[in-house]
C-alpha cells in the first residue's frame, strides 16, 4: 500500500511539473516560432573570449540538449547576466548552462536510483530521494554559477587597488583616460586577468564608438562588484566635473586599502568569539576526559565498594 501511495505522488508531481513546463515554456516557444521569434530585443555583443575550435565532449552534449530545451526570455536574460558576471561570453553559455542543468539532473537521478536501496529501508523514503536527487542535480549547475560569480568578484575587488594605482600613474605620466585604461589592461593581463578582460572590453567599446560614459556604466553591470561600480560613478563625476582624474583615483586607492584593512581587522576580532563554540564542544571534552579521566576512574573505583559495604 505504501508503494503504490509513493508511486502515486511521485506520478502527480512529473504530472503537475509537466503541465507547468508546458503552458509555461513549450507553449510560449511554439507561438514565438510560428511568429518568427523575438522581434524588439536584440542580443548583446558579446567580446573578448573566443570559443575553442574543439569543444569537449560534455560541452557538445550539454549544448546539443540545451538547444532543444524551451527558454523563456526573462530565464535567458537573467541566466546571460550571471555567466557574464562570472566571465562566460560565448553565445552558447545559456544552452551549454541548461544543458549541464538537465545532464546532471539525469546524472543524480541515475545514481539515485542505484544506491537507494543501500541509503534507506523505507520505500516512501527511497521514492522522495529519488525526487530530490533529480531536483538537486537540476538546481547543482546555478549553485556552482553562483559561487564562480562570486568569486570572480572577490578576485576583481582584490585587484582593483593595484589597477587604480597604475591609472595614476598612466595619467600622471600624460596619458588620457581611454589610453591609461588600455594601458593597465594590457599590463595586468598576467597577473590579474579577470580585471585585465574587463578594462579590455571598456577599450574596445570605447573604440567601437560607445561614449566612455556608457563603456563604463557597462563594466560595473557586468561585473557586480560593488565597488567597481564606486569606481565607475567616481570616473564618470571626474570626467563629468572636470576634477583631476588622478587625485580622485588616489584618494580611492587610499580609501580601499584603508577599508580592506579594517575588514581584515575586523575578522581577527570575530576569531575569538568563532572559537568558543568549536573549544566548548571539541577541545574541552578531550581535554576534561584526558586530565580527569583518570582521577574520576580511581575514584569510582575506591568509592563504589566502599558505598557498596555501608549499603549491608
Given at each position: 500500500m505504501a508503494v503504490l501511495v509513493a508511486a502515486g505522488l511521485f506520478l502527480l508531481l512529473m504530472g503537475t511539473i509537466t503541465v507547468f513546463g508546458y503552458r509555461r515554456y513549450a507553449r510560449p516557444a511554439r507561438v514565438l516560432d510560428r511568429l518568427g521569434g523575438e522581434a524588439a530585443e536584440a542580443a548583446p555583443v558579446l567580446i573578448g573570449i573566443d570559443e575553442k575550435p574543439k569543444e569537449k565532449l560534455l560541452v557538445r552534449m550539454a549544448k546539443s540538449i540545451g538547444d532543444k530545451m524551451p527558454i523563456s526570455p526573462q530565464d535567458a536574460s537573467l541566466a546571460r547576466r550571471y555567466l557574464i558576471a562570472a566571465g562566460f561570453r560565448s553565445e552558447n553559455a545559456i544552452?551549454?548552462?541548461?544543458?549541464?542543468?538537465?545532464?546532471?539532473?539525469?546524472?543524480?537521478?541515475?545514481?539515485?536510483?542505484?544506491?537507494?536501496?543501500?541509503?534507506?529501508?523505507?520505500?516512501?523514503?527511497?521514492?522522495?530521494?529519488?525526487?530530490?536527487?533529480?531536483?538537486?542535480?537540476?538546481?547543482?549547475?546555478?549553485?556552482?554559477?553562483?559561487?564562480?560569480?562570486?568569486?570572480?568578484?572577490?578576485?576583481?575587488?582584490?585587484?582593483?587597488?593595484?589597477?587604480?594605482?597604475?591609472?595614476?600613474?598612466?595619467?600622471?605620466?600624460?596619458?588620457?583616460?581611454?589610453?591609461?585604461?588600455?594601458?593597465?589592461?594590457?599590463?595586468?593581463?598576467?597577473?590579474?586577468?579577470?580585471?585585465s578582460e574587463e578594462l579590455a572590453l571598456v577599450n574596445l567599446e570605447m573604440r567601437a564608438g560607445k561614449p566612455r560614459a556608457e563603456a563604463l556604466r557597462n563594466l560595473a553591470d557586468r561585473s557586480g562588484e560593488a565597488e567597481l561600480r564606486k569606481l565607475v560613478a567616481i570616473l564618470i563625476q571626474a570626467d563629468r566635473f572636470g576634477v583631476s582624474v588622478a587625485d580622485s583615483l588616489r584618494t580611492h586607492s587610499d580609501f580601499m586599502r584603508i577599508r580592506r584593512r579594517q575588514e581584515a581587522e575586523e575578522r581577527a576580532a570575530k576569531v575569538g568569539v568563532k572559537l568558543v563554540f568549536p573549544i566548548f564542544f571539541c577541545i574541552m571534552p578531550s581535554m576534561m576526559l584526558v586530565t580527569a579521566g583518570p582521577g574520576m576512574l580511581q575514584l569510582f573505583r575506591n568509592l563504589y565498594p566502599m558505598m557498596q559495604s555501608f549499603g549491608r
Open positions: 544552452r551549454v548552462l541548461y544543458g549541464a542543468k538537465v545532464l546532471s539532473c539525469i546524472g543524480l537521478l541515475v545514481l539515485t536510483i542505484l544506491f537507494r536501496e543501500t541509503l534507506t529501508g523505507n520505500p516512501i523514503l527511497r521514492n522522495i530521494l529519488v525526487v530530490m536527487g533529480g531536483l538537486a542535480g537540476y538546481f547543482l549547475p546555478g549553485f556552482v554559477l553562483e559561487r564562480m560569480v562570486a568569486a570572480r568578484q572577490e578576485r576583481i575587488r582584490l585587484a582593483l587597488p593595484d589597477a587604480l594605482d597604475l591609472l595614476v600613474v598612466c595619467v600622471e605620466a600624460g596619458l588620457g583616460l581611454d589610453q591609461a585604461i588600455n594601458s593597465v589592461s594590457q599590463e595586468l593581463k598576467s597577473t590579474h586577468k579577470d580585471i
